[in-house]
């Protein structure tokens, strides 16, 4: 069965460092398109960034430079590491796979940023 | 980005009725759109990929229909448990994005 398991979330000041991991089982995290979604509370989807079986990763605008996707073939998990956070990347964090159209999802994880 | 625009935002309608909801692409996508239902709490749940193509284990009475720039989602017959906010996206070009989301009420 497909599972995914995000965890990592959390309060966090602005300005500061957090990563958030993504189990996955019943299938390779290595072989597939991953990535994360968030939604702020309240509001719509928002795509945030891939990493392609290859190892290519691509970010949406607003996180780049201050995120990095990245996976661990060993433990068949996903990352993303998140820096110099602001209020506004305060949103529950998906993982989700596919290359396009995502077929299965985590349960999210909450990330807040404030003070 | 390619924008992605939903109508209409909110939708109230009864058990058994037939509802359409549109996406409109800011672009051409040609086909590469999804169609999610969410409920509060939730995850996504992928409904239909490639515009018109059934995910695995979804009912026939959601289908998608469309190409280019508009989209739409119809159910059928609606059922209990259809009442929940739908989002289209577009993954024809990097930068994926998502509509702003229908909420499906019970009228």
């Known amino acids: 069965e497909v599972q995914l398991v995000e965890s990592g979330g959390g309060l966090v000041q602005p300005g500061g460092s957090l990563r958030l991991s993504c189990a996955a089982s019943?299938?390779?995290?290595?072989?597939?398109?991953m990535s994360w979604v968030r939604q702020a509370p309240g509001k719509g989807l928002e795509w945030v960034s891939i990493i392609y079986s290859g190892g290519d990763t691509y970010y949406t605008d607003s996180v780049t430079g201050r995120f990095t996707i990245s996976r661990d073939n060993s433990k068949n998990t996903l990352y993303l590491q998140m820096n110099s956070l602001r209020a506004d990347d305060t949103a529950v964090y998906y993982c989700a796979r596919g290359d396009g159209a995502f077929d299965f999802w985590g349960q999210g994880t909450l990330l807040t940023v404030s003070s | 980005d390619i924008q992605m625009t939903q109508s209409p935002s909110t939708l109230s309608a009864s058990v058994g009725d037939r509802v359409s909801i549109t996406c409109r692409a800011s672009q051409s996508i040609s086909r590469w759109l999804a169609w999610y239902q969410q409920k509060p709490g939730k995850a996504p749940k992928l409904l239909i990929y490639?515009?018109?193509s059934l995910e695995s284990g979804v009912p026939s009475r959601f289908s998608g229909s469309g190409s280019g720039t508009e989209f739409t989602l119809t159910i059928s017959s609606l059922q209990p448990d259809d009442f929940a906010t739908y989002y289209c996206?577009?993954?024809?070009?990097?930068?994926?994005?998502f509509g702003q989301g229908t909420k499906l009420e019970i009228k």
């Open positions: 490639k515009a018109s």
């Open positions: 996206q577009q993954y024809n070009r990097l930068g994926y994005t």
């Open positions: 019943g299938f390779t995290v290595s072989t597939n398109y």
